[in-house]
């Protein structure tokens, strides 16, 4: 559920951490953060995007070692109000602690740690407003969840009705023409196969498009993976109220033109097929991450 946490060493300047996962893991993040660092200080929390399971964790990392957090700039004021509708967590009744960020990292911004520049690129499609880094000198790439070694994030404004799955083509073509050696996602370990993922990106990407339909079922339940991965287990009739009652689900309900009468029993469907897949499982009522 939390992203990966990059931390950047620093030369005696500090170092630099790049997300902070999501808010169930924070004392675990801190706790690693501390063996990491071994002693050095931690000057600077960097986020590439605003989702729940990459800064859920910022406010604790804060506390704990008295970082500034940077954030791009398009939810900048609606980070500074907490407004938690335009910040998604709302809308898809996910968690996330408030913090206050101290600095915008505008697209074409760069930033050094330990003599590294890392330039800060614009990467709209699974969010509008995401960024990914990029340190020319070493070639290496954080691309947060614009691409994956299998494929890339759900693209959110695709689900709100908005279309972006040409964002996504134009930033997998953007990391092509890094060049890079090595590409650090937001989720799973780093590779250096990086053609290998743009390919099954695009086919993936592909796919969506032929058939948007197949996106929004995906995000659907991307959407009821997450919430029962937070809450580790609920009852099946919670789930389901739950889903009814969210807005997201109910908006990727009426884009999939309202299939079973009701957000409850689209819900329903969507978690039966999770529990075929191995993905979540029903015991005695109860539904249970898997």
């Keep these: ?26 004392d675990q993040t801190v706790a690693l953060l501390r063996q990491a660092l071994d002693g050095e ?17 910022n406010a604790s990392v804060q506390r704990a070692f008295g970082c500034r957090i940077t954030i791009p700039p398009g939810q ?15 809308p898809t009744g996910q968690r996330c602690e408030r913090f206050v960020p101290d600095a915008q990292l505008r697209p074409g911004d760069r930033f050094e740690v330990a003599g590294r520049r890392w330039d800060a690129l614009a990467a709209p499609g699974h969010d509008p407003h995401s960024l990914i880094l990029f340190n020319a000198g070493d070639g290496v790439v954080i691309t947060a969840d614009a691409l994956w070694e299998r494929g890339f994030g759900v693209v959110f404004p695709e689900l709100e009705g908005e279309n972006a799955f040409d964002d996504v083509a134009a930033v997998l073509d953007l990391i092509e023409s ?52 937070e809450e580790r287990q609920q009852p099946l009739d919670e789930l389901l109220a739950w889903c009814g009652s969210t807005p997201l689900f109910g908006a990727v309900w009426q884009r999939l033109k309202q299939p079973l009468g009701s957000p409850a029993a689209y819900a329903a469907e969507i978690v039966k097929d999770l529990c075929k897949g191995g993905v979540l499982a029903l015991r005695d009522g109860v539904i249970h991450d898997a």
């Design 178 to 229: 890094l060049g890079a050696k090595l590409a650090i996602p937001g989720h799973g370990a780093a590779f250096a196969d990086i053609a290998g993922a743009l390919r099954f990106a695009r086919d993936r990407l592909a796919a969506f498009r032929a058939h948007p339909e197949l996106h929004a079922r995906h995000g659907a339940k991307v959407l009821v993976k997450y919430h029962v991965m």
């Design 1 to 26: 559920m939390s992203s990966n946490n990059i931390l950047l060493h620093g030369d005696g300047t500090g170092a630099v951490l790049v997300d902070a996962g999501h808010v169930l893991h924070a």
């Design 41 to 57: 200080a931690l000057v600077r929390l960097v986020n590439t995007h605003l989702h729940s399971d990459h800064c859920g964790g």
């Design 76 to 90: 900048w004021q609606a980070a500074r109000d907490w407004d938690e509708v335009a910040l998604s967590y709302g």
